[in-house]
């Protein structure tokens, strides 16, 4: 009996769980997974719960309601990988043993990286929305608030969905219009990157709206600390931005426990190989989703890509053959822009997001890098694409490596 | 691909205007990249964080990011900002003759 142990029972841990437990013969493969949470939580809702969009309902289940049957399903914190042993301790003081591994960790948000920032006045006029307890309290906030100066700031690259503060700014500026209130608010986005994007033709579009939507930018900063009692953030070159709410993005990390396994770079995340999605020096783990150290974005339509991938390499390599697919980096994100409309890019290691059309058999096109209604309902049908669909790790219409077609140059 | 003339000689640039061949660089090189970044003169901090910035590139192949910097170099997050204004890790990587760290997409 050969064994397959996933860590992490999250948008990608899950996706794989379910392509495996299909994909092995029971009679020759026993499949484990770990996690220490018993609920999953739809991530790309959190947003939506500040402007009373989604309430917390709407983005929690319970995880054993996506796994299948015949696995074996432990709930405990894993203490480390002993990768040249190949086992596994967990906190439970069970010891696993493996002869497969796939590692996804998923990252998270570390607002004690940063000076002053979960000091005070944390979840009083500073919040985040990568927790649904951030996101909670936020909307509780906001429901009360009389206006002033909001100012969003990304502490450092990478995050989790890159485009998620864009569409923070872009629905707080809906949010207030519909209120009544957008002329008592101003919003300032803080990035440390050189543009409103990682990518510079998306970058460029992207700003563009920001301008439009009457958003100021501030590029290339730097937070060293928050001074909470003149609520201000302060930069490495010493540039004060003043606030009366700060939305903050907090340095993203990958799980302590990569940490204790001395499998991480500087921020926990793991080197892995950019196409195959093996881990870097060993020859029977993989690693998947936000928990890698790959340049490519961390947002479960990314790990949904990779899933496809992985599971074909995997196959090959129990085989004793070389891994054969590559993933190419491929992401594609619908961004909220306020108003009942959306943005869609599509983009890959290669190619930056262009416009275009984007062509989806049966529902598309959607168009690229312009704001449509059609785009806005692509975001809302995902929700149920991905409680239904893409964790049960069912076929979705989606090639997983980008496509020319339909794209500008 | 463009190209940047220092020293009578022309050297290529990659697509983030860093040299493209990391053997191209010297010292001297290494002074004017920095005057191009509005840096007048490097001193010994500076040399100590781009002497760090090589050793890493040979060691794992990449340029390291900030933190790694603020960790290891033995020169604080305050003083590199200090150092190379706006963005340590991209500004002492493009003076060093290295490619932009992976973590500034």
């Known amino acids: 009996m050969k064994k397959l142990l996933i860590l992490g029972a999250g948008t990608a841990g899950t996706m794989m769980l379910n392509?495996?437990?299909?994909?092995?013969?029971?009679?020759?493969?026993?499949?484990?997974?770990v996690d220490q949470h018993e609920t999953h939580y739809y991530q790309p809702g959190f947003l939506f719960?500040?402007?009373?969009?989604?309430?917390?309902?709407?983005?929690?289940?319970?995880k054993r309601?996506?796994?299948?049957?015949?696995?074996?399903?432990?709930?405990?914190?894993?203490?480390?990988?002993?990768?040249?042993?190949?086992?596994?301790?967990?906190?439970?003081?069970?010891v696993l043993t493996y002869d497969y591994l796939i590692v996804?960790?998923?990252?998270?948000?570390?607002?004690?990286?940063?000076?002053?920032?979960?000091?005070?006045?944390?979840?009083?006029?500073?919040?985040?929305?990568?927790t649904v307890e951030g996101a909670v309290a936020l909307a509780d906030f906001f429901k009360h608030w009389e206006g002033g100066k909001l100012v969003l700031n990304i502490t450092e690259m990478p995050i989790k969905c890159p485009v998620a503060p864009l569409e923070f700014v872009f629905l707080a500026d809906s949010y207030f219009t519909e209120r009544g209130m957008r002329d008592k608010v101003d919003i300032h986005f803080v990035t440390p990157l050189p543009g409103a994007f990682t990518k510079p033709k998306a970058s460029s579009i992207l700003g563009d709206f920001l301008s439009k939507k009457n958003i100021s930018l501030t590029t290339e900063y730097?937070?060293?600390?928050?001074?909470?009692?003149?609520?201000?953030?302060?930069?490495?070159?010493?540039?004060?931005?003043?606030?009366?709410?700060?939305?903050?993005?907090?340095?993203?990390?990958?799980?302590?426990?990569?940490?204790?396994s001395g499998m991480g770079d500087e921020l926990n995340f793991i080197p892995t190989d950019n196409y195959t999605l093996m881990v870097d020096g060993y020859d029977n783990i993989f690693a998947i989703g936000d928990c890698t150290n790959l340049p490519s974005s961390k947002a479960g339509s990314v790990a949904h890509f990779q899933a496809d991938i992985l599971f074909e390499n995997f196959l090959d390599v129990i085989d004793g053959r070389e891994p054969r697919a590559k993933f190419d980096g491929h992401a594609n994100c619908y961004i909220e822009s306020g108003f009942g409309k959306g943005i869609l890019i599509d983009f890959n290691y290669d190619t930056e997001p262009l416009p275009g059309k984007y062509p989806l058999p049966g529902v598309g096109p959607f168009s690229l890098l312009e704001e449509t209604k059609m785009n806005h309902y692509g975001k809302i049908m995902f929700r149920w694409i991905y409680w239904n669909l893409l964790l049960k790790g069912k076929e979705l219409p989606i090639?997983?490596?980008?496509?020319?077609?339909?794209?500008r140059l | 691909m463009s190209t940047i003339e220092i020293g009578g000689k022309t050297l290529e640039l990659d697509a983030d205007g860093n040299l493209a061949n990391i053997s191209d660089w010297n010292e001297e090189i290494a002074r004017e990249l920095a005057k191009s970044e509005g840096i007048e003169e490097l001193n010994e901090s500076h040399w100590q964080v781009i002497n760090y910035m090589r050793k890493v590139f040979?060691?794992?192949?990449?340029?390291?990011?900030?933190?790694?910097?603020?960790?290891?170099s033995g020169v604080n997050t305050k003083e590199l900002y200090a150092l190379f204004p706006n963005g340590p890790a991209k500004k002492?990587?493009?003076?060093?003759?290295l490619p932009k760290p992976k973590g500034c997409i």
């Not at chain 2, 040979?58 to 290891?72: C, M, N, Y």
Request: proline share 5%.
């Open chain 1, 19 to 33: 392509k495996f437990a299909k994909e092995l013969d029971s009679n020759e493969w026993g499949i484990t997974i």
């Open chain 1, 65 to 94: 309601d996506f796994f299948p049957r015949g696995v074996e399903v432990i709930v405990s914190g894993i203490d480390k990988i002993e990768p040249k042993e190949n086992r596994v301790l967990l906190q439970n003081n069970q």
């Open chain 2, 92 to 97: 002492s990587a493009k003076i060093a003759g």
């Open chain 1, 49 to 62: 719960i500040p402007f009373g969009i989604y309430n917390k309902k709407d983005v929690i289940k319970p």
């Open chain 1, 104 to 130: 996804a960790t998923g990252s998270k948000i570390n607002p004690k990286e940063t000076e002053g920032l979960a000091g005070e006045l944390w979840q009083k006029s500073i919040f985040d929305f990568y």
């Open chain 1, 399 to 407: 090639e997983s490596n980008m496509s020319m077609a339909g794209k």
């Open chain 2, 58 to 72: 040979v060691e794992d192949g990449g340029a390291p990011s900030i933190r790694k910097l603020t960790k290891e």
């Open chain 1, 222 to 260: 730097n937070i060293a600390k928050v001074d909470n009692e003149n609520k201000k953030i302060v930069s490495w070159d010493e540039i004060e931005i003043p606030f009366d709410v700060l939305i903050t993005i907090p340095t993203n990390m990958g799980d302590e426990m990569i940490e204790r």
